[in-house]
């Protein structure tokens, strides 16, 4: 079946990974020996599994773990320097992100394990990243409150490093805590960006602008967020245990017993909903709750479809993903991957190989393969690619980033009226007034 997909969900405790089909409810296989950080787990291009770890607090390094489709058992251990919290990878499987809880940021060469940058972003821990949709900007949220966005041909290209001020593209500071979830729309760099905070609110922000486009407040902490497909709307989890629907291109109301732009609510969970996923159509919506449950919802209903149970302990990870194809749901050890060289690649780098790290770096953004990057098969993607896959989606832009300032320039233009028929009355009084005035002194004038 073409079109099928899975639901992965993890636990920040021990429990590992579970998996099941999404609109057959058929559970696939558990992969053993898992406690994730929230964002911490990566299906990384759908050729294996990835997630960060929240085991040896008392360590300074941490672990990185990866598991193939067909084996419930960790076949790859990576151990960085630091504990990392945040875990990405981008669609072409090329990179795999972290962010460390000193608010450094590693980028690693998935098919080496090579660290190819690293870099402090934030000022406290991270705990959320995410590529835009053309892979060319990778975005985080941290503690501190602080969103960032980061060009990864800025990243990578030492000139235009040493000329630039920052690293950054832009750098949102409007959320007043802990940002607890960053999720980005299409349209490469005309999309919109959504941010999520312990303040209460969630934030739109306009990637071509650089600007803050909408602010919600909402009646609960927002720990997760997912966007509609279309972007009409968004879904927002709460701490109360309700998902909110936010409207990105509804009209200002105050009728909303919410609050404005919130247009509705889906309501099942006892306890907080940590983490939210679409389908690849939006019509169904997961999330994953601190109660231990998985609901399945139908967005055109709100109804609630389906319940998945994962093992004991809260989820705090789900992700929805096409159905590998290399994945046997029958057999738990199957020899069929390493038949056909499906080996996973190599354990991430602790520390980058100066010495060799630069030629590196500059082999691979010039598109030509030499012979020490074999490795790299072709699903793997050249700047000059990426750079022209951007500048046909800057030319069609994001529909939802456009309604948007659509509607913020017509509230614009609306106030504008507003004030300049203000400014008539105003002068339509004041020449009133200077005309009574011209009057009233050539009355006194003729008196005399």
Same mark, same amino acid.
């Given at each position: 079946m073409?079109?099928?997909?899975l639901?992965?969900?993890?636990s920040?405790?021990?429990?590992?990974?579970?998996?099941?089909?999404?609109?057959? +409810?058929?559970?696939h296989l558990?992969?053993?020996s898992c406690?994730?950080?929230?964002?911490?787990?990566?299906s990384v291009?759908?050729?294996?599994?990835?997630?960060s770890?929240?085991r040896d607090?008392?360590s300074s390094s941490?672990s990185?773990?990866?598991?193939?489709?067909?084996?419930?058992?960790?076949?790859?251990?990576?151990?960085p320097?630091?504990?990392?919290?945040?875990?990405?990878?981008?669609?072409q499987?090329?990179?795999?992100?972290?962010g460390?809880?000193?608010?450094?940021?590693?980028?690693?060469?998935?098919?080496?394990?090579?660290?190819?940058?690293?870099?402090h972003?934030?000022?406290?821990?991270v705990?959320?990243?995410?590529f835009?949709d053309d892979?060319?900007?990778?975005?985080?949220?941290?503690?501190?409150?602080?969103?960032y966005?980061?060009?990864?041909?800025?990243?990578?290209?030492?000139?235009?490093?040493?000329?630039?001020?920052?690293?950054?593209?832009?750098?949102?500071n409007?959320?007043?805590?802990?940002?607890?979830?960053?999720?980005? +729309?299409?349209?490469g760099c005309?999309?919109?960006?959504?941010?999520?905070?312990?303040d209460r609110?969630?934030?739109?922000?306009?990637l071509a602008r650089?600007e803050?486009?909408?602010?919600?407040?909402?009646?609960?902490?927002?720990?997760?967020?997912s966007?509609d497909?279309?972007?009409?709307?968004?879904?927002?989890?709460?701490r109360?245990?309700?998902?909110?629907i936010?409207?990105?291109?509804?009209?200002?109301?105050?009728?909303?017993?919410?609050?404005?732009?919130?247009?509705?609510?889906?309501?099942?969970?006892?306890?907080s909903?940590?983490?939210?996923a679409?389908s690849a159509?939006?019509?169904?919506?997961?999330?994953g709750?601190?109660?231990?449950?998985?609901?399945?919802w139908?967005?055109?209903?709100?109804?609630?479809?389906?319940?998945?149970?994962?093992?004991?302990?809260p989820?705090n990870?789900?992700?929805?993903?096409?159905?590998?194809?290399?994945?046997?749901?029958?057999?738990?050890a199957?020899?069929?991957s390493?038949?056909?060289g499906?080996?996973?690649?190599?354990?991430?780098?602790k520390?980058?190989?100066?010495?060799?790290?630069?030629s590196h770096?500059k082999?691979f953004?010039?598109g030509?393969?030499?012979?020490?990057?074999?490795?790299?098969?072709s699903?793997?993607?050249?700047?000059q690619t990426?750079e022209?896959q951007?500048?046909?989606l800057?030319?069609? +832009?994001?529909s939802?980033?456009?309604?948007?300032?659509?509607?913020?320039?017509?509230?614009?233009?609306?106030?504008?009226?507003?004030?300049?028929q203000?400014?008539k009355?105003?002068?339509?009084n004041?020449?009133?007034?200077?005309v009574?005035?011209l009057?009233?002194?050539?009355?006194?004038?003729?008196?005399?």
């Amino acid at each position: 079946m073409d079109d099928a997909e899975l639901v992965i969900a993890s636990s920040s405790t021990d429990v590992g990974i579970s998996c099941w089909d999404l609109h057959t +409810g058929a559970e696939h296989l558990r992969f053993k020996s898992c406690a994730s950080p929230p964002h911490g787990v990566a299906s990384v291009a759908g050729r294996f599994l990835a997630s960060s770890q929240l085991r040896d607090s008392k360590s300074s390094s941490g672990s990185i773990f990866y598991w193939s489709w067909n084996k419930p058992q960790v076949e790859v251990k990576s151990f960085p320097s630091e504990p990392i919290k945040p875990l990405v990878s981008n669609s072409q499987g090329t990179y795999i992100a972290g962010g460390g809880v000193s608010g450094e940021i590693y980028l690693w060469e998935v098919a080496t394990g090579k660290l190819l940058k690293q870099w402090h972003a934030h000022y406290r821990a991270v705990t959320c990243l995410v590529f835009n949709d053309d892979q060319s900007l990778l975005i985080s949220g941290a503690e501190d409150g602080y969103v960032y966005v980061w060009s990864l041909f800025l990243i990578f290209d030492d000139a235009r490093r040493a000329e630039s001020k920052h690293l950054y593209e832009y750098s949102f500071n409007a959320h007043s805590l802990r940002v607890t979830d960053v999720k980005t +729309g299409y349209g490469g760099c005309n999309a919109i960006i959504v941010s999520a905070s312990e303040d209460r609110t969630c934030k739109v922000w306009s990637l071509a602008r650089g600007e803050l486009l909408r602010n919600i407040v909402f009646p609960s902490v927002i720990d997760s967020i997912s966007l509609d497909p279309g972007e009409h709307v968004f879904y927002a989890g709460g701490r109360d245990g309700k998902i909110y629907i936010a409207g990105l291109n509804a009209p200002v109301t105050n009728n909303s017993s919410y609050g404005k732009y919130i247009i509705g609510s889906l309501s099942e969970h006892s306890k907080s909903v940590t983490c939210l996923a679409s389908s690849a159509n939006g019509f169904l919506l997961v999330s994953g709750s601190e109660d231990g449950m998985i609901r399945v919802w139908d967005t055109r209903t709100r109804n609630m479809i389906r319940v998945f149970r994962h093992t004991k302990g809260p989820v705090n990870n789900v992700l929805v993903i096409r159905n590998p194809q290399h994945l046997n749901p029958q057999t738990s050890a199957n020899s069929s991957s390493r038949r056909h060289g499906l080996t996973l690649p190599p354990p991430l780098e602790k520390f980058a190989k100066s010495a060799d790290e630069n030629s590196h770096i500059k082999a691979f953004i010039g598109g030509s393969h030499s012979t020490s990057n074999q490795l790299l098969d072709s699903s793997y993607i050249t700047v000059q690619t990426m750079e022209s896959q951007i500048k046909e989606l800057q030319q069609k +832009g994001s529909s939802a980033a456009a309604e948007v300032d659509l509607e913020r320039l017509k509230s614009e233009q609306q106030s504008s009226v507003q004030m300049i028929q203000k400014l008539k009355k105003i002068n339509e009084n004041l020449h009133e007034f200077c005309v009574t005035k011209l009057l009233d002194a050539n009355r006194a004038e003729a008196a005399e």
